[in-house]
Structure formats: C-alpha cells, structure tokens
T-cell receptor, first 115, second 112 residues
C-alpha cells in the first residue's frame, strides 16, 4: 500500500538559509499535518491543511509557512534558518469521511540539520 | 498541554501481555482517546482509538474506564518489535481538526 512520501529525507543547511520540505500524502487523503520533533523531544504539531485550506495552527514560527496544493501535496517553507530548527519534520495524512477524521499516517520524516 | 499522564517507562518480557495506562481526568464527552507509537528512527504509527466502548484491532486492545478518566492499552503478546514510545493522546472533539498533541509517552522495553 502507498505510504506518505517526504522529500528530501535529509537536508543540511546553514544559518539564515531557506529550506523547503515536501510531503506527498496517501492517495485520496485530503488532510495533511506537519509535526516537528527536536532531538530527544516528542513531536510537536505545527500546522494542518484540509482540502487545500489551513485548518489549524500550532507553535509554528512566523519564519515558517506552508501550503497544500491542488494535487494535495504540501510544502513547508522555512526561512532564516536557526540552529534550533534542527529537527525531524514529519508529515502525516488522513481522510475526513462522514465528517469524522480518521487515523493519521506518518511519513518517514525529513531530518533537517542547520549548521 | 497534552492533558494526559503516562508513566515514563515500562518493561515487559517477550510473549507476555503488556498493560500501558493513561490518565486523562479532564477529558470531555466528545474527545476521542488515541494511541500512537513511535519505533526508533521512525515516524509515529497509529495503534488504536476509542470514545467510550472498549476497542480491539489486530494490533492491540483499548480498555476505557466507565468514567472515561483513564484508559489502558493492552498488547496481548509483546514482541521485541513492540519496543517503542507509546503515546496516549486526547483528541480535541471541539475543534475537530484532528491535530495530535503528543505528551511525554511511555517508553516500553521488551526483554527476550
């Protein structure tokens, strides 16, 4: 079965650079979530989209932006990178059916290292 | 605010049942209880969820207290591959956006 695809899997950037992370949800899934997991920490919700519209927002810095495109893939854009942005970034997708959201399926993550 | 409380760690022997507890004393009537787990170097993985009744699936069982202030995830026969961090997450029934607020989780060690 198709899973959530994230690219790239690893990314190394310098401080003040920009980065773009991509997420391709499971086919027919209409909802995408982004989570950030720092070293030794638990995943933290950043932002979510449903049918290409932002549906919820968590502790996402103003330097970050995201969107969901017409083909339902999503991109997380990160600017003015800081050392503290080094983390695993997970994308998850789910399906809203009958007004109810079903379980989330997570991708393998993108490991971002800022030097 | 994760709004759930779990033990930091638990140990189990292989092929024995494991009961992972979770307290969610401030849960509201429309909040689902979700369990996810994260194996080393992987993304979180859905395990099970429920609202009021006990639930079973191929991975585990979820026992929910009658007052819904606590629940227990049951792995019927632990294997070495079940070693992971298990997260009990209270769904926000009012917002219905599905975001998961991860708390500390329970690190399960399975001994051969």
């Amino acid at each position: 079965a198709a899973g959530v695809i994230q690219s790239p899997r690893h990314l190394i950037k310098e401080k003040r650079e920009t980065a773009t992370l991509k997420c391709y949800p499971i086919p027919r899934h209409d909802t995408v979530y982004w989570y950030q997991q720092g070293p030794g920490q638990d995943p933290q919700f950043l932002i979510s989209f449903y049918e290409k519209m932002q549906s919820d927002k968590g502790s996402i810095p103003d330097r970050f932006s995201a969107q969901q495109f017409s083909d339902y893939h999503s991109e997380l854009n990160m600017s003015s990178l800081e050392l503290g942005d080094s983390a695993l970034y997970f994308c998850a997708s789910s399906l809203r059916l009958g007004g109810r959201l079903h379980e989330q399926y997570f991708g393998p993550g993108t490991r971002l290292t800022v030097t | 605010d994760a709004k759930t409380t779990q033990p930091n760690s638990m140990e189990s022997n292989e092929e024995e049942p494991v009961h992972l507890p979770c307290n969610h004393s401030t849960i509201s009537g429309t909040d689902y209880i979700h369990w996810y787990r994260q194996l080393p170097s992987q993304g979180p993985e859905y395990v099970i969820h429920g609202l009021t009744s006990n639930v079973n699936n191929r991975m585990a069982s979820l026992a929910i207290a009658e007052d819904r202030k606590s629940s227990t995830l049951i792995l019927h026969r632990a294997t070495l591959r079940d070693a992971a961090v298990y997260y009990c997450i209270r769904g926000d029934g009012s917002s219905n956006t599905g975001k998961l607020i991860f708390g500390q989780g329970t690190t399960l060690q399975v001994k051969p």
